[in-house]
């Protein structure tokens, strides 16, 4: 899909982001380890979901959708222990159901994962997990076999608070009777969401003293449970609210915000939050100040959002840098910001960012991260003049459920075009 933009226009009026992406995702991997119903709601309409969902289904999970964003996934055929490469190759969060199906079967085969290319994403932290918990694993031909006569509960210290190693173990360890703990934990949102979950499946999963705690059963029951607002896709239309000059209210979880809301007030952007969520206004971008953000494991400044504030950040007056501390490369959208006349330079892990008055309309390329597509169309939405962000990966509908429809009920003039529809523009049009 192609995204034209014709750029100039103030974003007012409300935003309801959808359900968290990086929460429902490794919600359904959970969904195996019970021969269960359960009910999920406010599931996004988003390219990933889609691609987990297909994976459930082709290891032998009914999936059905119930509308309105609910799925009901129940036993369907005998699960296998095997997981087709073409689904898992799409996406990272596919990985994490390699624990599920050998706590499930005793054994279980995993291609390595694809999804977004953010520098090299080793599994290592997931798989000296998974040994610590009795598994025996080997990497072959591009995936992963492991075996396990019996898990056994176990203290898990990760070197590196890894989001994804910490939701895969724990995940596993619902299904190991006992009391896993896992040490140095990651802190997100999420991690909270899917310990919530695993509780409600049966197997009591907390955070403990900075540590988390599951007590796993030999099987677990259904639930339901209704995903945590998307607080990414929050902070990205917070932002397109502040580069467009305009006048916004996002229902959000503004805790779940708190380094990237402190950030946009020390740049003297005007926000108030409730318990509803955050709205922001912002007249004249030149009265903004530049800042120094370092990306880093929550609480800190969110890596996902560090492509969004670079578009934003080309605007404002002065120096400003990000530097990127979780991720190795984090700027796919470098090339196409200084297409659009932003002034970028790399150096290392760092993006320095020098203001300019005013962003110029071009044709630009979405490449490898669905967050920098993100960050090249509010940069469009604030030239003056027409762009083309050109997105044949489908990045963003990877991220960002009917963001087009979305931003255009916002007041910005943005339409998609399928990519056959859209001929590359003549030189000097
Ligand atoms: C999750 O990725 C999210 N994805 C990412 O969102 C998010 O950016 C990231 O967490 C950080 O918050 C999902 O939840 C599906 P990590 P994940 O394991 O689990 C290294 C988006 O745009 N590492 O915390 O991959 C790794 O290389 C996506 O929505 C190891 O070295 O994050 C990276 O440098 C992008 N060995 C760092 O840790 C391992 O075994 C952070 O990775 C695992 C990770």
């Known amino acids: 899909m192609n995204y034209r933009i014709l750029g100039g226009r103030a974003l007012t009026g409300e935003v309801t982001v959808p359900g968290a992406k990086n929460a429902v995702l490794h919600l359904l991997a959970a969904a195996l380890l019970t021969d269960e119903p359960v009910v999920l709601r406010d599931v996004p309409d988003l390219r990933d979901v889609r691609t987990q969902l297909a994976l459930l289904e082709a290891l032998g999970k009914r999936v059905e959708p119930l509308g309105e964003?609910?799925?009901?996934?129940?036993?369907?055929?005998?699960?296998?222990?095997?997981?087709?490469?073409?689904?898992?190759?799409?996406?990272?969060?596919s990985f994490h159901v390699l624990g599920p199906l050998l706590a499930r079967l005793g054994e279980a085969y995993v291609p390595l994962p694809g999804g977004d290319v953010l520098g090299p994403r080793p599994v290592d932290l997931h798989l000296r997990g998974l040994e610590a918990l009795g598994a025996d694993v080997?990497?072959?031909?591009?995936?992963?076999?492991?075996?396990?006569?019996?898990?056994?509960?176990?203290?898990?210290?990760?070197?590196?608070?890894?989001?994804?190693?910490?939701?895969?173990?724990?995940?596993?360890?619902?299904?190991?009777?006992?009391?896993?703990?896992?040490?140095?934990?990651?802190?997100?949102?999420?991690?909270?969401?899917?310990?919530?979950?695993?509780?409600?499946?049966?197997?009591?999963?907390?955070?403990?003293?900075?540590?988390?705690?599951?007590?796993?059963?030999?099987?677990?029951?259904?639930?339901?449970?209704?995903?945590?607002?998307?607080?990414?896709?929050?902070g990205t239309y917070l932002l397109a609210g502040v580069l467009t000059r305009g006048e916004l209210t996002v229902r959000c979880r503004p805790w779940h915000l708190r380094p990237f809301l402190d950030t946009l007030r020390a740049m003297g952007v005007e926000l108030r939050e409730s318990s509803e969520g955050v709205a922001v206004r912002c007249e004249d971008l030149r009265a903004l100040r530049p800042v120094a953000v370092e990306t880093e494991p929550y609480p800190g400044f969110?890596?996902?959002?560090?492509?969004p504030l670079a578009a934003l950040l080309s605007l404002v007056p002065g120096e400003s840098r990000i530097r990127e501390g979780v991720f190795q490369d984090r700027f796919a959208y470098a090339q196409g910001l200084s297409a659009l006349g932003a002034r970028v330079r790399i150096r290392g892990r760092e993006a320095i960012i020098e203001g300019?008055?005013?962003?110029?309309?071009?044709?630009?390329?979405?490449?490898?991260?669905?967050?920098?597509?993100?960050?090249?169309?509010?940069?469009?939405?604030?030239?003056?003049?027409?762009?083309?962000?050109?997105?044949?990966?489908?990045?963003?509908?990877?991220?960002?459920s009917r963001f087009a429809e979305t931003l255009r009920s916002l007041g910005a003039d943005i339409t998609e075009e399928s990519l056959i529809a859209t001929q590359p523009r003549e030189e000097g049009e």
Do not use: W
């Open 69 to 93: 964003g609910t799925y009901r996934i129940a036993p369907g055929r005998a699960l296998a222990a095997e997981a087709p490469s073409e689904l898992v190759r799409q996406l990272r969060a």
């Open 138 to 234: 080997e990497v072959v031909e591009g995936g992963v076999c492991a075996r396990a006569r019996r898990l056994r509960p176990a203290t898990i210290a990760l070197p590196y608070p890894s989001v994804g190693a910490t939701i895969h173990l724990a995940l596993t360890a619902a299904l190991v009777p006992g009391t896993t703990v896992i040490e140095n934990p990651a802190r997100e949102p999420e991690v909270d969401e899917i310990l919530a979950f695993l509780s409600a499946l049966g197997a009591p999963a907390r955070r403990k003293g900075g540590r988390i705690e599951v007590r796993g059963r030999e099987e677990l029951g259904g639930a339901e449970h209704r995903a945590m607002p998307d607080r990414i896709c929050a």
């Open 302 to 307: 969110p890596t996902d959002l560090h492509p």
């Open 356 to 400: 300019v008055p005013q962003l110029r309309g071009a044709e630009v390329r979405v490449e490898r991260d669905n967050r920098a597509g993100a960050a090249l169309v509010l940069a469009a939405l604030a030239t003056e003049g027409e762009s083309l962000v050109r997105d044949e990966e489908e990045q963003i509908p990877r991220g960002y």
